[in-house]
């Protein structure tokens, strides 16, 4: 149509095709949800949601539907920053300690645990290590020790109900790096016993490749963009980290991915 009036008129159509819709659905709706059992009509419901999940439509969904139940009552997300350099400085501390208590049912931030740590081998960060993590001296001048916080993380812990053994919980980071080689390195370094529940976690970027089908090579950086999500705050804050890690875990959940441990038992 190229003259102003036929264009007009299929602008009316559509208008008037919309208001026929917006009042003829709902009336379809409810009649036809009247005539169906509520445990079939919930069922039903249950099987679209799921089929939508599968193909990405989850997120679109969320609105009108619940998560997929996920193996975990709570999901610890940790992200640690430690001492560094170029070359490398051995031993690496941890200078940062955060952690967020995800929901398993709400996939919502429900509490946190965030506390800077002093290192002790190299207490004098380097240049390159601030520049990378944003984390300068007087941030970690006069923390408490790393033993002081691993016994500040069981009090939380505790607090938390997280210790209780009807609540299953598991830590999630972005990789193996934190739990299976920060953390027990230190530990080990130090002479300091590693708590079990630091002994199992979900590695994000495992699960993300499960989810999406591809590796995110960038970590965060590509899982945010292979999902369309804006990145929170500074890389290489741990904190921040850590809020990324909990959005994309919301967003695969909501899509109906099941969140399950990849590392194996030690």
């Known amino acids: 149509v190229s003259d102003a009036s036929g264009c007009s008129m299929i602008a009316l ?18 009649a036809v949800c009247s005539l169906l059992p509520a445990g079939v009509l919930k069922g039903y419901s249950s099987i679209v949601s799921r089929k939508l999940a599968s193909h990405g439509f989850g997120a ?26 170029k070359p490398q400085i051995h031993p690496q501390e941890i200078i940062e300690f955060p952690i967020l208590k995800l929901n398993g049912r709400t996939m919502e931030i429900e509490s ?6 002093q290192p002790v081998v190299h207490p004098q960060l380097t240049p390159f ?22 016994e500040r993380v069981d009090e939380w812990m505790a ?38 529940y630091f002994k199992q976690w979900i590695n994000l970027k495992k699960a993300y490749s499960f989810a999406m089908g591809s590796w995110p090579k960038n970590g965060l950086l590509d899982m945010n963009k292979g999902l369309n999500l ?11 980290d850590c809020k990324n890690i909990a959005n994309i875990m ?3 959940a909501h899509r109906g991915f099941i969140f399950k441990q990849t590392s194996k038992p030690f």
């Open 250 to 252: 919301k967003t695969l």
């Open 13 to 30: 159509f559509h208008t008037g095709a919309a208001k026929f819709l917006h009042t003829l659905l709902p009336r379809a709706r409810q």
């Open 60 to 85: 679109s969904m969320a609105a009108m539907s619940s998560f997929p139940p996920q193996r975990y009552h709570y999901f610890l997300v940790l992200d640690f920053e430690a001492t560094c350099d």
């Open 129 to 150: 290590c601030t520049e990378l993590t944003g984390i300068i001296q007087g941030m970690v001048d006069g923390q408490p020790s790393l033993q002081q916080v691993l």
């Open 112 to 117: 946190t645990f965030h506390m800077y740590v």
């Open 230 to 240: 804006q990145h929170i705050g500074r890389p290489h804050s741990g904190i921040d």
């Open 159 to 196: 607090k938390e109900g997280l210790l209780d053994p009807s609540v299953k919980s598991i830590f999630v980071t972005c990789g193996d790096w934190d739990l299976k080689v920060m953390l027990p390195g230190q530990c080990q370094y130090l002479g300091l016993p590693v708590a079990d």
